[in-house]
């Protein structure tokens, strides 16, 4: 946790975290998507908006008369999401602006004035999650939702499993306890709803994995590879692991998606309700 409270966000900003993140992106995207059944006219607003794919996604589900305001904290991201909407002709569709979740600000007339306001991948790298929350149902009218999708890093499975790979996985989640996060908070999400005052009406898994022969498990591999290599500097530092149990496990989930028997199972936690 840094010294002004706030929690550190264990991925950082770097291009590579950007490139990351935009495969990332492509891969889920479609399935929340879906899952938020957003209609035209729909007034939305999502926290964590990054490098804005999904928020541009609402955006076109929304058109032409609804209106979309993203969030971001990370100035980088703001601008790499402005740099990707102009080059797709869509800067046009959205309202981008810089915030900060756990103190967000929103000006009198927006408070209240939402009718789905969503957060993604945004309370697993905050100290107080049900801060966010409560500020989410303080910004949807009445009636209106409240979508909350987060991971709990908990349910990863690979199998054969990778040599090493899970002493590795659980070096990567501690990772986030000491920044002041919480790695499980997708098992939290309804709670979450009903504290803040909202009235949890579904939740549900977002599935996301793939296997050997399906053309899709190279992507998650890659996605896995990248993010625990992003962390490497703070899993070594912490002492979790020396780098050569590092590089082995790496070496042996690269290997492992090579296999013709591979699968890997993850699922992200998704939550609604709707503000009385």
Known sequence: MTDDGHSRYVHGTAPDEQRRLSTLNDLVNESSLRALRL??????????AGLGQLTRAMARAVAPSGRVLGIERSAQQIAEARRLARADGEEHLLELRAGDVMALDLAPDEWGSFDVAHARFILEHVPDPQRVVRAMVRAVRVGGRVVLEDDDHDVLRLWPEPAGLYDLWRAYIRGYERNG??????????????????????????????????????????????????????????????????????????????????ALWFAVSWAEGTRP
């Not at 209609?39 to 964590?48: A, E």
Request: net charge negative; glycine share 16%; hydrophobic share 40%.
């Open 181 to 262: 996060n919480d790695p499980y908070v997708g098992r939290r999400l309804v709670e979450l709803l009903h504290v803040a005052g909202a009235a949890p009406a579904r939740n549900e898994w977002l599935y996301f994995g793939g296997c050997a022969g399906d053309g899709r498990l190279g992507l998650f591999v890659r996605n896995l590879v990248e993010l625990l290599e992003g962390a490497r500097s703070e899993i070594l530092t912490a002492g979790e692991l020396n780098g050569a149990r590092f590089d082995a496990a790496i070496t042996a989930t690269r290997a492992w998606g090579e296999r013709p028997d591979a």
């Open 39 to 48: 209609g035209p006219g729909d007034r939305v607003l999502d926290l964590g």
